[in-house]
């Protein structure tokens, strides 16, 4: 069975910068995209955008292009989202997903991000 | 990228069928067979429970059922349970190259 575990919640303050993981394992990390979807409280799910970890190609979403950052680190089977500066708006739960024949087949359990302002 | 258009809500008494739809463009749903539904519980990640329009992954009860036409997609959960009571998104391929999701649908079974 495919398991994506992410990173556990933070709180953080307005400005402050984050970086969240998301390992992936049982599957060959290198092969398959990685999502991330942004659902914000009581609202649905948004695709930010992907990263593939064979060549680190990237798509991001427009309303998240230049907000965030995606990267990986295939030797250790590993996803990032990066902020460099929080704002009180990316309070949230991240997922991150694997992309398989063009659907989301498995999903990590989510991390909380609470931004204070 | 619009998101795709979902009831908020949509309700039924056990054993009933309810079918939540999903309206996009010929720029995403209407083109593509390649729509697939989510479900979440609270505090819970989505799963996916059907894929490529009409799919449904192994483990997945046949009570759920999904096709599309023009525009549309749909999801019908037959029998519906206490247990489905969940919220429910697609989520579609579009003309990007990315793929976007529908707002969510609330299930109350009552």
């Known amino acids: 069975e495919v398991q994506l575990a992410q990173s556990g919640a933070e709180v953080k303050k307005a400005g402050e910068s984050l970086k969240i993981s998301c390992e992936g394992s049982?599957?060959?990390?290198?092969?398959?995209?990685i999502a991330w979807v942004r659902q914000m409280p009581g609202k649905g799910l948004e695709l930010m955008g992907m990263?593939?970890?064979?060549?680190?190609?990237?798509k991001y979403s427009p309303p998240f292009q230049g907000q965030v950052t995606f990267s990986a680190d295939k030797s250790i089977s590993t996803a990032y989202l990066q902020w460099s500066s929080l704002k009180a708006s990316d309070t949230g739960v991240y997922f991150c997903a694997r992309r398989a024949d063009n659907t989301f087949d498995s999903w990590g359990q989510g991390t909380l991000v609470t931004v204070s302002s | 990228q619009s998101a795709l258009t979902q009831p908020a809500s949509v309700s039924g008494s056990p054993g009933q069928s309810v079918t939540i739809s999903c309206t996009g463009t010929s720029s995403d749903v209407g083109t593509y067979n390649l729509v697939s539904w989510y479900q979440q519980f609270p505090d819970k990640a989505p799963k996916l429970i059907i894929y490529a329009v009409s799919k449904r992954p192994s483990g997945v009860s046949d009570r759920f059922s999904a096709s599309k036409s023009g525009n549309t997609a749909s999801l019908t959960i037959s029998g519906v349970q206490a247990e489905d009571e969940a919220d429910y998104y697609c989520c579609s391929f579009t003309d990007s190259r990315t793929f976007v999701f529908g707002r969510g649908t609330k299930l109350t079974v009552l």
């Open positions: 049982t599957y060959i990390f290198s092969n398959y995209w």
């Open positions: 990263i593939y970890p064979g060549d680190s190609d990237t």
